[in-house]
């Protein structure tokens, strides 16, 4: 059976499976866990990415998983674009501009279900036919607090900077002109300069 792995981080494997054409993200065994507790905690963190995938495919462009055969393994279908983290800076400033307002309007629909995503980078988004699929949502969770959704743009904010550093603060602006149809997005702003200053007094 032909399979590549994609990407291998700390917690899971991201395998693309050509003969399929699927995408299997398999949690890793921890050998330094008591097995059943292992088993546990990983078979809790699949069924809960599960859903917040499930949940976002109705919501916005995200891979939507098929049901569950192994706990520690979702395969859903694979995505044949290219991660925007390697993208993004080669078009003209206009069209990252159009992308990063769309990437805006994207985090406020799942804001809106009081969806957070958790790891919002461009290495968690793929561009296919002008489309942003949003991808990887192991660290994201349900929350209402103002306080977790502006710490979800935060992180974006740290991640357009690291990456695409050039434009990135006319990029970021983009992304709140999106997100401002949102209509809790004037109080996430505003506590989004606080997470900000926070951040500042820890360097």
Not at 69 to 78: D, L, Q, V
Not at 154 to 173: C, I, S, T, Y
Not at 192 to 201: A, P, S
Request: proline share 3%; with cysteine; charged share 40%.
């Amino acid at each position: 059976m032909p399979q590549k792995i994609l990407q291998q981080g700390a917690e899971a494997k991201i395998i693309f499976d050509e003969s399929k054409n699927i995408v299997i993200k398999d949690r890793i065994k921890k050998s330094y866990r008591i097995r059943e507790l292992d088993d546990k905690i990983r078979k809790s963190r699949t069924k809960k990415e599960i859903k917040l995938l499930e949940k976002a495919s109705q919501i916005i462009n995200a891979p939507k998983p098929f049901p569950l055969k192994e706990f520690n393994r979702i395969e859903m279908p694979f995505i044949e674009g290219k991660k925007l983290s390697e993208t993004l800076d080669s078009f003209p400033l206009e069209k990252q501009k159009e992308i990063c307002k769309k990437i805006g309007e994207e985090i406020a629909k799942l804001h809106m279900e009081d969806m957070i995503h958790g790891d919002l980078t461009t290495s968690n988004m793929i561009l296919k036919d002008d489309k942003i699929f949003f991808v990887d949502f192991g660290l994201g969770y349900i929350s209402k607090k103002i306080e977790d959704k502006a710490v979800d743009l935060h992180l974006l904010k740290q991640a357009l900077e690291a990456r695409h550093f050039k434009n990135w603060e006319v990029l970021f602006n983009e992304v709140l002109n999106g997100y401002e149809d949102y209509e809790e997005s004037k109080k996430i702003l505003e506590r989004l300069k606080l997470v900000e200053k926070r951040g500042r007094y820890k360097h």
